[in-house]
């Protein structure tokens, strides 16, 4: 069952224009929500996050979108740098408990110069 | 700060040996590591969580005899895979939550290729 989901495998995106992510959840429970981008061969790297009680979270050029309701969240990236070319992963997590991570599939971000 | 590291980065056995993965965390301490393992094009799957000074907690489906897991220090946790097979061939990532730290906010290590022959 994959309570995180990233349907679109790959994104390919021109620099300078906005990126858009998303992720849906089936979970009612999440009640925390990360982005992590990660590059081949590496771990993954935390970019930000959004607490349930809010519906948008920006961070520079990263803002992360949440509507609850419809169980969806999305990364915006804007302007597109080809250094953002890269896997993300969405996670949700819930409190209480062990706070594990779930991730999703990973859509992999092309920018193209 | 908050740097994970993960020893070796990568590792090629033969199948029915043993190996460990160790993972530290360099500049915090961590109550708390998990350990993933990612196949090629797919998420990383959660296989347990490590708490210092316990037992560790495993997911559904992941082998805690073939999976043994170590968390002896606030910044040192362990994976050896027992008796490896073809099949264990992964990549394996630990992450730390530092303890007290940010809701949730886990960092991770650069990962082990684990190649079983």
């Known amino acids: 069952d994959q309570q995180v989901k990233q349907n679109s495998p790959s994104l390919s995106v021109q620099e300078g224009r906005i990126s858009i992510l998303n992720c849906d959840y089936t979970?009612?429970?999440?009640?925390?929500f990360l982005w992590y981008k990660k590059y081949p061969a590496e771990g993954p790297t935390f970019l930000i996050s959004?607490?349930?009680?809010?519906d948008k979270n920006e961070d520079g050029r990263f803002t992360v979108f949440l509507n609850k309701s419809a169980k969806h969240l999305s990364l915006h990236i804007v302007p597109s740098q080809p250094g953002d070319s890269a896997v993300y992963f969405c996670?949700?997590?819930?409190?209480?408990?062990?706070?594990?991570?779930?991730f999703g599939q990973g859509t992999r971000l092309t920018i193209n110069p | 700060g908050a740097v994970v590291s993960q020893h070796p980065s990568w590792v090629i056995c033969k199948s029915g040996t043993s190996v460990k993965i160790e993972c530290r965390s360099l500049d915090f301490q961590a109550t708390t590591m998990f350990w993933y393992r990612q196949f090629p094009k797919q998420s990383l799957m959660l296989m347990a969580t490590s708490n210092e000074g316990s037992k560790a907690t495993y997911e559904q489906g992941v082998e805690k005899d073939k999976f043994l897991i170590n968390h002896a220090s606030l910044t040192l946790s362990t994976l050896t895979v027992t008796s490896a097979h073809p099949e264990d061939s992964s990549f394996y990532i630990c992450?730390?939550?530092?303890?007290?730290?940010?809701?949730?906010?886990?960092?991770f290590g650069p990962g082990t290729r684990l190649t079983v022959l």
């Open positions: 996670a949700a997590s819930r409190w209480g408990g062990a706070q594990k991570l779930v």
């Open positions: 992450s730390a939550r530092v303890s007290g730290g940010t809701y949730n906010e886990q960092f």
């Open positions: 979970n009612s429970m999440f009640d925390y």
């Open positions: 959004i607490s349930s009680i809010k």
